[in-house]
């Protein structure tokens, strides 16, 4: 799920606790030798009722942070070398990115051929794979229109402002 869910354990303990409170999950503490309890939740009947509510609910749509993209919108600002830079290695990054997905998938279907999930997490994978497919060509499509953008010489007494868009 880190590839598309990132939550840090300040977080989850917090809300694992809550939902134990509200009788939405268990937990039970196994003793591990050498290391600390390791602590297990568990969804109640309720909980898994709210689960279901929850997941009939419509998707929100939330708007991205991409630093990427702030950057160019200000591209005009910096070196085109620059700004072709990080655009070529974001799409190194989408290269790496296909790489693990691929990964990711063979071992799900090694180790889970049988889980009635598995079918679910690779419709995850496939989506990532999808967005990093498009983001590599936007990159490409950006990556020509920058090395354009350098061949074209400078316009006389250029003057640096920031568009608002």
């Not at 309720?46 to 998707?59: C, D, F, I, N």
């Not at 991205?64 to 005009?76: A, P």
């Not at 998938?105 to 994978?125: C, F, K, V």
Request: aromatic share 8%.
């Amino acid at each position: 799920m880190s590839n598309f869910w990132n939550e840090s354990y300040g977080q989850i303990y917090p809300i694992l606790r809550t939902l134990v409170a509200e009788g939405l999950a268990t937990v039970t503490v196994e003793a591990q030798h050498g290391k600390p309890d390791r602590h297990i939740y568990a969804l109640t009947e309720a909980g898994l009722t709210e689960l279901r509510h929850w997941l009939s609910k419509p998707v929100e749509y939330e708007v991205g942070r991409n630093e990427l993209l702030l950057k160019l919108f200000c591209g005009r600002q910096a070196p085109i070398p620059d700004n072709l830079r990080n655009v070529g290695a974001f799409r190194a990054l989408q290269e790496q990115l296909l790489a693990n997905y691929a990964t990711i998938a063979q071992s799900l279907q090694e180790t889970h051929r049988d889980n009635p999930g598995l079918p679910y997490w690779l419709m995850t994978i496939r989506y990532g794979q999808h967005i990093s497919h498009a983001i590599i060509a936007w990159c490409d499509e950006t990556l020509a229109a920058l090395a354009d953008l350098d061949r074209m010489p400078a316009p006389m007494g250029a003057t640096a402002s920031i568009d608002r868009e």
